[in-house]
């Protein structure tokens, strides 16, 4: 559940693969977090080359179709999407395992005048107290219960999921990099020719497929012998791209610190643990269903208005759990506090989706993937910093606070600076070489409609 967001970079590169063969027009329907997207409806449209605007050309025949006419909701994605759920649970098995291995138990000191409190501030063990009788409460036997982890010991514990986080980041780092640098063209051919057949599509048009791939493959081989390797560096490219990667890298990282912030301090919740991960489950499941019809069925709901409503929702509900731990009725509204935190973890979701796709049709196709594989690290971040955020703070509701300015933060200047991408021709190259002007980056009209 919590490792959905995690896992939608490695379907992004798949869309990513599919581009670098030329997709240059086209209806592209892309699953992801089951939402069917309408990416662009312009069968034509204009792209800067890399250089100087003048790229010669060795093929002259340009296809008459691209990768996304022959690619449609058929057979074969749901093929993909059962195998993506099985994928999935391992996935969030993995991410979400110290959810429930980190939990802390409720302890309390029965038979004294000490409480537990009392106990650990005068750093006694509560394991020897002759006048003291623990009565430890718990669904889920952690290392906290096994290990008697009842102190500030337990905080070791989750400093542990920290550690855990940072392997999660250097497999990122490593492998997502090595797999973009040695390419899988041949690959996605194969790819592609076995989603015709699963479709049974007829010989015909798997014929024109191939001719329609070995011309996008000759163009792409042409291009990549003449222009430079294009890296991290290059997001920063001009103003526009400056801060449109400084507000998705910063974006996703507060998104982050919410989610797993949240999450790895569930056991806090009144209620049962279990019953509130299954409803944190259930509404992020919902959530994502309700947004994904909405931006199918509803050519108004775009990008940018799916952010502001999903991210101002979670300042407020995080603004609402700081103010009762300020004014001291954390007891006696825990409701709302547990209903409030439910709502804004599994908000965080539709947060992460619209994040990625936003990322990915704002992107020329020769920085893309670097674009992604940033967003991706800086997201890590966020999931090794989340644990440490209520560890460390000495006032109950000062997490809170600094969470809702997160969220406030990111609402704003996601609407100030990410452009609407929705139903827009996706860029293709960087500005010519020495114009560097946030005009000459690849845009689209804004007629173009989805």
Known sequence: ???????????????????????????????????????????????????????????????????????????????ILLISEFFLLVGAGNMIFMVFAGSAPRVSCQGSNYTIEDVCKSHLDPTKLTDCD????????????????????????KSSISVQMVGVLIGTLFFGTMSDRYGRKSEARHVLQRIQHIDRQRESKKDEMEKMLDIAYQQIQLREKKMKNYNVRHLFYNKEMTLAT??????????????????????????????NSILMGLIRWSINIAFGVLDFKWKACGRKAVHMVSQASIAIALGAIAITY?????????????????????????????????????????????????????????TILAPQLFILSFWESLPYIVLTAMAALDTMFYQLVIPETKGKPLPENLPPKGDKSSTSLPRVDSSVKV
Request: proline share 2%; with cysteine.
């Open 1 to 79: 559940m919590a490792a959905i967001g995690s896992g939608i970079p490695h379907i992004t590169r798949f869309w990513s693969l599919w581009v670098s063969y030329g997709i240059s027009k086209g209806n592209v329907e892309i699953e992801i977090g089951s939402r069917s997207r309408l990416m662009t409806t312009e069968k034509q449209y204009t792209t800067v080359p890399v250089h100087d605007g003048k790229e010669e050309t060795a093929v002259d025949e340009i296809p008459l179709k691209c990768v996304d006419d022959f690619l449609k909701m058929s057979n074969y994605c749901y093929l």
């Open 134 to 157: 623990l009565d430890v409460k718990y669904e889920f036997k952690s290392l906290n219960v096994e290990f008697g982890y009842l102190c500030a010991e337990g905080r070791w514990v």
């Open 246 to 275: 400084l507000v998705f890298c910063s974006g996703v990282f507060m998104s982050s610190m919410i989610n797993y912030g949240l999450i790895f301090n569930i056991e806090t919740l009144s209620g049962s643990f279990f019953v």
């Open 326 to 382: 300020i004014l001291d009725y954390e007891v006696k509204y825990s409701g709302i506090i547990r209903v409030a935190t439910i709502f804004a973890a599994a908000t965080t979701s539709q947060i992460f989706i619209t994040k990625t796709i936003s990322a990915m049709e704002f992107y020329p196709t020769v920085v893309r993937n670097s674009g992604l594989a940033l967003k991706s690290t800086c997201s890590r971040l966020g």
